[in-house]
């Protein structure tokens, strides 16, 4: 069974440029997350996704982040303008169901300079 | 506020030593899920509680969920070097939403 595919898995960019992440979970799971590890934290939850819509982006900074999952498979997590802070490694997570077991994938690792 | 804590941050042992990572919330928790994280890598389930006083066993690996379900443990018997990493408990706070709540991680390093 193929794992979650994250891409790129390393990105470098200036603050305020713009910046992308693409997510295709386990097929088969309805249920996708995007989380935020910040370095020596645990992951914290940025949005969920239940098919293709929403179930919780309480703490997606909406002014900057947004977050879409066209017809309920892969998914890309955007962030524009980026600032310093935003350096983290992001990681998508999806689930056969809502709130069982997450499989994540490797994570993107941003550095904003 | 932090609503999912874990102790201690840090713990080094000696490769044969047990050790215990401790998962503390101030409200009841409705699940809770252990991940592992190896260093660079990706968190890894490892089991999830939901039932009060529950206790799971994975090989040298022991969960539990407290009685009132404020509090959870991993326990690894005989450590070994494969053990290192970060782990995580994951936990859905009542009246904090629907999604689970992550620690901030007990990172373990193991001494050959």
């Known amino acids: 069974e193929a794992g979650v595919a994250q891409s790129p898995r390393y990105k470098i960019i200036e603050k305020r440029q713009s910046v992308a992440f693409w997510c295709n979970p386990i097929s088969g799971h309805a249920t996708l997350y995007w989380y935020q590890q910040i370095l020596g934290q645990g992951p914290k939850l940025l949005i969920q996704?239940?098919?293709?819509?929403?179930?919780?982006d309480s703490q997606l900074p909406k002014d900057r982040f947004s977050a879409e999952r066209l017809k309920g498979v892969d998914s890309t997590l955007k962030i524009q303008p980026a600032k310093l802070e935003d350096s983290a490694v992001y990681l998508c997570?999806?689930?056969?169901?809502?709130?069982?077991?997450?499989?994540f994938g490797q994570g993107t690792r941003l550095t904003v300079v | 506020g932090q609503q999912v804590m874990q102790i201690p941050q840090y713990q080094h042992v000696q490769e044969g030593e047990d050790f215990t990572t401790y998962c503390n919330s101030s409200t009841t928790l409705s699940n809770i899920q252990w991940y592992k994280q190896r260093p660079g890598g990706h968190p890894v389930f490892l089991i999830q509680?939901?039932?009060?006083?529950e206790v799971k066993k994975q090989k040298r690996l022991t969960f539990q969920f407290g009685e009132a379900k404020k509090n959870s443990s991993l326990h690894i018997t005989a450590t070994q070097t494969t053990d290192v990493g970060t782990y995580f408990c994951?936990?859905?706070?009542?009246?904090?939403?629907?999604?689970?709540?992550f620690g901030p991680g007990t990172r373990l390093s193991v001494l050959p």
């Open positions: 997570a999806s689930s056969p169901n809502f709130n069982t077991e997450a499989f």
């Open positions: 509680l939901v039932k009060s006083g």
């Open positions: 996704f239940q098919n293709n819509g929403v179930v919780d």
């Open positions: 994951a936990g859905i706070p009542r009246n904090y939403g629907q999604n689970f709540v």
